[in-house]
């Protein structure tokens, strides 16, 4: 919240329980300060606004933050997610934050992925829905169309891709400006989307696992893609 | 489930509801065929012992399968998990998957972390709890002290120190036998965990986000030690 109290014109209002107004006067401070409309109401309508089952009293409205794919393409940016059909708001938070701690560009959500602005989304991502470009109801052929033109390579994450990051990695290719793509948490990537990607690549199973999950796989892929374009500068 | 039965001597019996044991039959008869005890139960029966909210009506009653760190530490083992106070279930079963995909030799949880027994925590390693060896209980300090004897250099993974993973892999370091150590979710590693280890080292952060979430720098953590541990061989 303090996160979204900090960008200018971001936050409508604040509702807040008068219990919450005196714990978080700190935030209520933040707000008046920046002009932005303080409501105190009951715990009830708190709990009915925050979706949550264990509501801690305070609740901002947000306008929404989600642009164009070419507006949040800015010169000099080199990684990219588009999360394809990911369902699950507590995954899609979690990817969220750790593509903004990876130090992407841009997060694009299918239009057949889940709503950002879910509440679960929204807290999984720990603030990192307000800290860097996030698209929304990306078409994903026109997107991975688009971010080639663009000069990204497109790497699809794919348990079953017969390449692994590590070869990926060695062969410099990682360096390059990228856009990784990931698919549904139980599913996968269908095959057109795989095929309309420069590469399908794994992340290595070295043990006896059978899969990572979503949030563990992203978090390999978009590190090493970090790591990479960082040592090349 | 299927995980469990494949190794002899694991299940001690199967309890499932008859419309269970009709979707089920593959696993009846691997269950069968290998001396295992099958009992029919009503969905109250069942919906009890799974301890879930939507249970799959068939549940198996497995041996304990933990083990001592000394029998744990097998010759040539150079990839080892310490999970100290984790205590959500969710968090220590992802983190157990990541660490059996990327080949860790051992997984240790502390006196004061979660159950690994517990069911979410079970659920939650899809099956990797039966992959390798677990060790439960484990004192901090002296599995750190018992570790480096062993030669494992023990790094804490610790967002405030000044060390990043990508300075210790550029050194060749991360390429040793390593234990990893990984603190609770929301206050990470006590001083005296982190004064105990070889180094204290943190996963960058590029962008904005103010941390990654546990599972996500686990595998970061992991993955670079299993690759660094490759690249020689």
Redesign the interface.
Same mark, same amino acid.
């Given at each position: 919240m303090r996160e979204a109290l900090a960008e200018p014109g971001r936050v409508r209002a604040l509702f807040l329980t008068g219990e919450a107004r005196q714990r978080h006067g700190d935030l209520v401070g933040l707000a008046v300060a920046s002009g932005v409309e303080v409501c105190q109401a009951s715990g009830r309508v708190l709990t009915e606004l925050s979706e949550t089952v264990t509501p801690q009293g305070i609740v901002a409205v947000c306008e929404r933050i989600d642009v164009s794919l070419e507006a949040a393409l800015l010169p000099g940016a080199r990684l990219a997610v588009l999360l394809a059909a990911i369902r699950d708001p507590g995954n899609a938070g979690?990817v969220l934050?750790?593509?903004?701690? @990876?130090? =992407?560009d841009v997060v694009a959500f299918s239009d057949t992925s889940v709503d950002p602005y879910n509440g679960k989304c929204v807290r999984a991502s720990?603030?990192?829905l307000f800290? $860097?470009p996030i698209v929304l109801g990306a078409p994903v052929a026109a997107t991975i169309a688009h971010m080639r033109r663009a000069g990204f390579q497109v790497l699809a994450a794919d348990g079953a891709a017969t390449r692994d990051i #590590?070869d990926l #990695?060695r062969s410099g290719d990682l360096a390059r400006p990228t856009m990784w793509v990931f698919g549904n948490e139980a599913w996968g990537l269908p095959a057109d989307i795989v095929g309309a990607a420069d590469a399908a690549v794994r992340?290595?199973?070295?043990?006896?696992?059978?899969? $990572?999950?979503l =949030? @563990?796989?992203?978090?390999?892929c978009l590190?090493a893609a970090?790591?990479a374009q960082?040592a090349v500068g």
């Open positions: 979690t934050r750790t593509a903004d701690a @990876a130090g =992407a720990a603030g990192s800290h $860097l #590590d #990695d992340v290595p199973i070295h043990g006896r696992a059978e899969s $990572l999950n =949030a @563990a796989a992203a978090a390999v590190y970090a790591r960082r």
